[in-house]
């Protein structure tokens, strides 16, 4: 039976929404941003009584469709003040959809002072103290729950970054060996579940295997797809997302020194080679699976010099923002920066950005490792550079007075430098989501355009974005490739999964849908098409001599009219 | 000869926008919201190229009209992010009208680091070096100008606030004692006039007043006017606008250790009556006129003990806000605080709300006297703390965590608490020019509604608001009463002056196109009529046990609808 659940933590009441067809066939990120468009004032705070936070598996969670274990989190952002989803692999997706859980909403705003650990069991759901992990960090806070609710059970978990209300704050979800690696990470989401009252939520029931209607059917897609990811990914099952370190720095968009240059002299340190090399020498490992089901496998566990563990989950955007961007040049550093933000439950990205930008407003120097790793624990320690470098890099750099903030909507853009890749950087632009490359990632080749080119770039970034949104509605990693090569794959998935009819235009007027819900919330809430564009400096200050972001204006700022 | 004046930065070019008779009948805001709505595109960055600085004298503004001696100064703000108007008295007003400027356009950037001034007289206007008076205070930049140009001649200046880049600098003017005493105060327009490269602008031309077109009338009117308004507004003669510390402590309205209380039990030592004795006693004064024609003389020549000028214009809203809302109860205490805001270029109202949410999150306690001029100096200064603070009270707030931040649409609420003061709240919540009083006052009894009660006021602030436009694109004080007394003697003028022939729902209608355009600016800047409330805690928190801000969200949002 699918189901949603509602906790009001205003009352401490749960309840169950009364279970319609309509959400049928909807899921993922089409629910979150749904329910939030529909009960969230656009202008409420949203730290506030009066904003939501919604979980809801993709409609293909918990099927065995490969690499679709994603679980969508979605509310008014305290980052960017839009709506905002985030959606995370781990293990808590497929068993919210194999119990049966099609929307968790959380909304009002305990008046306790005490934090809860919500648990939900097939058969009872109910809020418990979460007194003896409050403050904690994710990895401690991980521990305790393990030994309490055993260790294969799936958690969600707020750290210190979000109980201490910084917009830049994660929600932790726990990995396959059961630590708190995979994060919502964009947005801000850790500090809105934690100003609900929530520290944790637990999933302890069971449930089988979600069944297609068409059995069969399903059953041929779905190993057709699952060969075909698993023979054409190999570069990332072999590098894990850092392969991407060398593809981007030769196409000239690695950012360095807050997105000073495009290329790092140092590059070779911190490559993807580097990274499965140290895997593989130490004891960690490469082609670790994020979620079950997952055939691409480019997660990793990576171990320090003495074989210890040192984080899990290393990826691209990691390597370039908390890495080159600020200066650093050792893949070591890079993972024990990576491991605080996992522990703390902060962003990795808005950090590595925020970071860069407090380095050129001179509170520290590029490289200084130390005053990174001490500005990271002052952030949960409530120090006050630490409490602003925790509003994320737009505040940061306002304050510090700096004029190249690389953010489009306050949200800190991703590890590619806009100006020499032109379709990420219109998705950068025109995004509900702010600059977020999950959002429409174009990565160098896969439109078929000239990257450097600004012609017909907002055009193949809206197809990304719709197809995102397909992945990001079905529950399907991005890395199966939101790509038009995969559009009929997920229309066969999502038909024969749910015993539908769609076309493919169908499935891309449903993506649309749920965009343009997005962008009238944001219009409410103060985001308009005007905003619909990339900072100045990216369209004054030349890359590599000759790159500028020239992406016509009205085009961005029409995209969704 | 009517002309406009167009400062381009990026080319250091000066040229004369053609005379159109269009302009001939409109002035101040409604000059400076005009050409800011056409000119200058609404997601652009205030502080970047693209962002302009309209100056504009009132349409009669260097006429013999009594208190008509406003200038408004108009831009995108970098406090609010969207239009923002500030009008101010002192000299300079009434002698660029009598120069024949309607408006004085500044745009682009300077590439150059240096700084310029601007000087203007009949027949030249010329960009000198301001390296003699880069990042000095206001009072040495002062000296320097007077003793450059004349005592007498008018300035205006941007203390080292602006130059710094702070979201709540001002820009000063000169007053009749030739002390940079006169603030546009709200929205930061100090750090877009510093952004542009501009220090100071010298107005050492001169002119005649300006002859109206119906000069017996005219006459007849003014002179009736003048009468009636120093003969009515005696109290403001005598205590300066500090006369409103008693009126609004006893209406609990006084905001008291941000805004927790709405009367103060200290308040016999900062009353007007206070004002006024220690201006005698030390020989300082009060009655003093801001500007040439002013009949009401509401300002004052604050001493020290020592009978030594310590502050200017030391008013109500400054008593209130760098006073009571930071638990200060030490009138000199006050009048030096306001004397380092006046020197340094801060607003006074901004910098109060500021401190008093940092004393709310901790980072110092209410009524320290010292840790306030400590964070003040380190705004200028570039300490970290000064520079978050610099930012204005909604980052400050926000840095710390506190949830009590006392701001609409980005700006610091003015010294009216909303919940005892209706209409004023109304025009907090719904001006184009966020929470700010002199957009629409609705000071107690003024309405004939009940204060307290929510019924009737958003209707009340409305018609505050168009009374308020009046004043201002007229140049008038509002202290002439934007009232519906007051209308046909505001039609009159504008009549006579101009040989025209609006009726009173002419003006008022002229008046209301005006607040449009500045509504749709701000929709397309990301301000909507979704942000038109105040803060949550107002409407959940009591003043007086019982009160709470209940104003219809309804009708707040649809104001302008």
Do not use: W
């Not at 279970?19 to 949203?46: F, K, W, Y």
Request: aromatic share 4%; hydrophobic share 35%.
């Amino acid at each position: 039976m699918k189901k949603t659940i509602r906790i009001d933590m205003d009352t401490l009441a749960i309840s169950h929404d009364p279970a319609t067809d309509d959400i049928r066939h909807i899921g993922g990120r089409a629910l979150t941003s749904g329910i939030i468009a529909r009960e969230v004032p656009p202008n409420c705070d949203p730290l506030g009584r009066d904003n939501k936070i919604v979980l809801a598996p993709g409609v293909l969670t918990g099927s065995s469709a490969p690499c679709s274990g994603r679980l969508s989190m979605g509310a008014k952002s305290p980052l960017t003040g839009g709506i905002k989803e985030s959606n995370v692999g781990g293990t808590a997706g497929r068993i919210m959809a194999s119990m049966g859980i099609k929307a968790l909403i959380i909304q009002g705003k305990s008046t306790q002072k005490e934090r809860f650990i919500l648990e939900i069991s097939n058969d009872n759901i109910k809020l418990t103290s979460a007194e003896p992990i409050e403050q904690k960090d994710n990895y401690s806070a991980a521990k305790y729950l393990t030994e309490q609710y055993g260790n294969k059970t799936p958690y969600i978990l707020v750290g210190p970054g979000g109980e201490a209300g910084l917009p830049l704050a994660t929600v932790a979800v726990s990995d396959m060996d059961g630590r708190p690696t995979r994060h919502a990470g964009r947005g801000g989401l850790g500090a809105v579940l934690a100003s609900k009252g929530i520290k944790a939520i637990v999933l302890s029931g069971k449930g089988p295997l979600l069944a297609p209607k068409n059995t069969e059917s399903f059953k041929e897609t779905r190993k057709a797809f699952a060969k075909e990811l698993s023979t054409g990914k190999q570069a990332l099952t072999k590098f894990g997302t850092a392969v991407l370190v060398n593809v981007i720095n030769e196409a000239g968009a690695l950012p360095v020194n807050n997105f000073r240059k495009g290329r790092f002299d140092q590059v070779k340190n911190i490559s993807g080679e580097v990274l499965a090399d140290n895997c593989q020498a130490r004891g960690g490992k490469t082609g670790h699976g994020c979620h079950p089901g997952c055939v691409i496998k480019c997660s990793n566990v990576y171990h320090d010099k003495e074989g210890n563990h040192l984080t899990s989950a290393l990826e691209y955007e990691t390597i370039a923002l908390l890495g080159c961007n600020c200066g650093l040049s050792d893949m070591d550093q890079i993972a024990e920066l990576d491991f605080m933000c996992d522990n703390y439950g902060l962003d990795t990205m808005e950090t590595g950005v925020a970071l860069g930008v407090a380095m050129e407003g001179g509170l520290l120097e590029f490289g200084d490792f130390n005053g990174m790793k001490e500005l990271i624990t002052g952030m949960v320690q409530g120090t006050l550079t630490g409490r602003l470098l925790g509003q994320g890099a737009l505040v940061t750099g306002k304050t510090l007075g700096v004029t190249r903030i690389p953010t489009v909507k306050g949200q800190a853009l991703s590890a590619y430098d806009p100006r020499a890749l032109k379709g990420t950087a219109a998705t950068y632009a025109t995004s509900p989501m702010g600059a977020d490359h999950t959002a429409g990632n174009c990565l160098p080749g896969r439109t078929g355009l000239d990257d450097r080119s600004p012609k017909g770039q907002v055009a193949a970034s809206k197809e990304a974005q719709k197809l995102t949104m397909l992945c990001d509605l079905l529950g399907l990693c991005i890395f199966v490739g939101p790509i038009p090569q995969t559009l009929p794959t997920m229309t066969q998935l999502f038909n024969d999964f749910l015993g539908m009819n769609h076309t493919e235009e169908e499935m891309l007027a449903m993506a649309e849908k749920v965009l343009l819900e997005e962008v009238q919330f944001n219009e409410k809430a103060g985001i308009t098409k005007y905003q619909n564009d990339l900072p100045e400096f990216f369209r004054t200050e030349t890359l590599h001599s000759d790159l500028v972001c020239d992406l016509p204006a009205e085009e961005l700022m029409n995209i969704y009219n």
